[in-house]
């Protein structure tokens, strides 16, 4: 599997999800079938094979690590209104972190991987998906 490289620009909260006319062979293989949406409906979960290259996890795992640290990428244009632990709030607390794909670039590759998506838009059954937060 090749790995395109990023960042890739973000411009606007609502993502096409890429159809069948826009992956590869390889990336149709590796989406969801009838019988596992079929299964996704009843259960409301799916576990999906690999999907994902490894070098896009280790980058994805060294960008939560840079994040962790302090590092942001992109600042948002709010400061307040959602959870945003950073290290001056201690260690010895659950961190809950919004909008880290929109901070941190090596996440926000990792969240926008079309497979991602067309697995997403394959098991909601529609044309796209929007990003909230994660």
Request: no cysteine; aromatic share 10%; glycine share 2%.
């Given at each position: 599997m090749?790995?395109?490289h990023?960042?890739?620009?973000?411009?606007?909260?609502?993502?096409?999800?890429?159809?069948?006319?826009?992956l590869?062979?390889?990336?149709?293989?590796?989406l969801?079938?009838?019988?596992?949406?079929a299964?996704?409906e009843?259960?409301?979960?799916?576990?999906?094979?690999?999907?994902?290259?490894?070098e896009i996890i280790d980058e994805?795992?060294k960008g939560?690590?840079?994040y962790?640290?302090?590092?942001r990428?992109?600042l948002?244009s709010?400061?307040?209104?959602?959870?945003?632990?950073?290290?001056?709030d201690g260690?010895d607390?659950i961190?809950?972190?919004?909008f880290v794909s929109w901070?941190?670039?090596?996440?926000?590759f990792?969240?926008?991987?079309?497979?991602?998506g067309?697995?997403?838009s394959?098991?909601?059954?529609?044309?796209?998906i929007?990003a909230?937060h994660?």
């Open positions: 090749v790995v395109p990023y960042p890739l620009p973000i411009t606007h909260a609502l993502f096409p999800m890429p159809d069948a006319q826009h590869n062979q390889e990336l149709l293989a590796l969801p079938t009838a019988e596992d949406v299964f996704y009843e259960h409301g979960w799916y576990i999906s094979q690999k999907v994902l290259a490894e994805a795992i939560s690590e840079r962790y640290r302090g590092q990428d992109t948002l709010i400061s307040s209104g959602y959870s945003d632990w950073q290290p001056k260690y607390v961190r809950n972190n919004e901070q941190n670039k090596q996440l926000r990792l969240a926008l991987q079309p497979i991602i067309a697995i997403a394959r098991l909601a059954k529609t044309k796209q929007r909230l994660n």
